[in-house]
């Protein structure tokens, strides 16, 4: 999978992707993440990519020419699966999206600064919009880091234990039971008994008991589409 990251801000983008699994994705060649520089891309003097929003108001807008001059020029190489655009009006990102989004190919992600850009932008361009949650970041590369780690955990071959994705909080709508390693007894606060009971299905049983009851008590509203 490839991923294009287009910002005004690419040394935001470069520890998230430089480690762990991350790194270990883009090691086995199965998740490419190439940021592009808008100010890179700009036909106007200075560098400028942002200017006053017509109508006037406080806050700059990033301009429609370098975005598009940009997007046109990946797009002319490849075809791209999703145009994403970071932003807190986007569709609230969950599980189920960063599953969608990890069978694609490739896609390109924007991410504003200032007051957002030219919304013709995202009439003519941008397939999908992506807010990480209800709360306002001073730009999109923090959220676009969230999103593609998300996706990139997900390919096949990057988790070492191909399992562990499946037993994720959320994967299969529920929250992860609490786990536990050595030692076992910690100052006198012991490991669970069953645990240590060396029986895989009572250990299975019980962690998805602990998975429902921690649902129940912190994300009632999670059980709700269960059956
Ligand atoms: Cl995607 N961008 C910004 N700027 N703020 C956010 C967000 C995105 N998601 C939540 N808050």
New binding site residues.
């Given amino acids: 999978m490839r991923i294009d990251i287009i910002t005004v801000l690419p040394e935001l983008l470069v520890s998230p992707f430089a480690h762990s699994m991350m790194k270990r994705a883009q090691e086995r060649g199965l998740l490419e993440v190439l940021t592009h520089n808008v100010r890179d891309y700009t036909p106007y003097r200075q560098a400028q990519v942002d200017d006053y929003q017509f109508g006037g108001g406080a806050g700059m807008v990033m301009m429609p020419e370098p975005l598009a001059i940009l997007i046109e020029k990946l797009q002319s190489e490849r075809k791209y699966d999703e145009v994403i655009y970071?932003?807190?009006d986007?569709d609230l990102f969950n599980q189920k999206a960063a599953n969608t989004l990890s069978l694609k190919e490739n896609i390109i992600i924007i991410c504003?600064h200032y007051k957002g850009i030219d919304d013709r932008i995202r009439q003519h361009y941008v397939t999908r919009e992506?807010?990480?949650?209800?709360?306002?970041?001073?730009?999109?590369e923090l959220?676009?880091a969230v999103v593609v780690d998300a996706i990139g955990r997900l390919l096949p071959g990057v988790l070492n234990d191909e399992m562990s994705a499946l037993f994720d909080s959320f994967q299969d709508g529920l929250l992860a039971p609490p786990v536990y390693t050595r030692p076992a007894d910690f100052r006198g606060w012991v490991v669970p008994d069953i645990l240590l009971c060396g029986d895989p299905k009572k250990i299975d049983d019980w962690r998805q008991e602990q998975s429902l009851k921690r649902t129940a008590e912190r994300r009632p509203e999670l059980l709700k589409g269960l059956e």
């Fill in positions: 970071m932003t807190p986007g504003g992506i807010s990480i949650g209800d709360y306002v970041l001073s730009g999109g959220a676009a």
